[in-house]
T-cell receptor
Framework: RKEVEQDPGPFNVPEGATVAFNCTYS??????FFWYRQDCRKEPKLLMS???SGNEDGRFTAQLNRASQYISLLIRDSKLSDSATYLC??????????FGGGTRLMVKP | DTGVSQNPRHKITKRGQNVTFRCDPI?????LYWYRQTLGQGPEFLTY????????KSRLLSDRFSAERPKGSFSTLEIQRTEQGDSAMYLC?????????????FGPGTRLTVT
């Protein structure tokens, strides 16, 4: 079983829609969680960190549920430019980043 | 451009050949990481350095893989006797060891094709 699991999608949504991704993690000792964004054939870029109290950055909201061991990302008012793969990231036993397989989002006009 | 750079961007090699990739991190970053990414998967951690010390190398995929960072600046990743299964994107990332060490900045990657 992978340490971080995500629905690969794709999620096809119209512009302006709200979309949510979840991911689950198996290592209950994981300390830190993140969402990275990766455009096609580009490198991953940090989108936001995920805190237990939840955090918001503009149209993006991230939540962490330690009891259920899942992380979520909510994108409001989707833009065409949000089309990308969203990688859920935790830390493993060695405190190294461990990436999920990514969830692909396609925002259509 | 002061981001992470990697060379070459693409490498095509025949099975059994050795290949070496280079990564130049962001200049003030003392941590450097290597990952491998295959199609449809997230990056898979391979190894990392803090300055010139290689602090984690147990995740290197086999003894054909090795990495160096001799002066604590750029790093090289070598794959000996390449196999077709080594075809992938090899990503380098760097970060500071102070503050949020998880804020890693990735380079554009080297895409390896083994024929």
């Amino acid at each position: 079983r992978k340490e971080v699991e995500q629905d690969p999608g794709p999620f096809n949504v119209p512009e302006g829609a709200t979309v949510a991704f979840n991911c689950t993690y198996s290592n209950s000792a994981s300390q830190s969680f993140f969402w990275y964004r990766q455009d096609c054939r580009k490198e991953p870029k940090l989108l936001m960190s995920v805190y237990s109290s939840g955090n918001e950055d503009g149209r993006f909201t991230a939540q962490l549920n330690r009891a259920s061991q899942y992380i979520s990302l909510l994108i409001r008012d989707s833009k065409l430019s949000d089309s990308a793969t969203y990688l859920c990231v935790g830390t493993d036993a060695g405190n190294m980043l461990t990436f999920g397989g990514g969830t692909r989002l396609m925002v259509k006009p | 451009d002061t981001g992470v750079s990697q060379n070459p961007r693409h490498k095509i090699t025949k099975r059994g050949q050795n290949v070496t990739f280079r990564c130049d991190p962001i200049s003030e970053h003392n941590r450097l990481y290597w990952y491998r990414q295959t199609l449809g998967q997230g990056p898979e951690f391979l190894t990392y350095f803090q300055n010139e010390a290689q602090l984690e190398k147990s995740r290197l995929l086999s003894d054909r893989f090795s990495a160096e960072r001799p002066k604590g600046s750029f790093s090289t990743l070598e794959i000996q006797r390449t196999e077709q299964g080594d075809s992938a994107m090899y990503l380098c990332a760097s970060s500071l060891s102070s503050g949020s060490s998880y804020e890693q900045y990735f380079g554009p990657g080297t895409r390896l094709t083994v024929t």
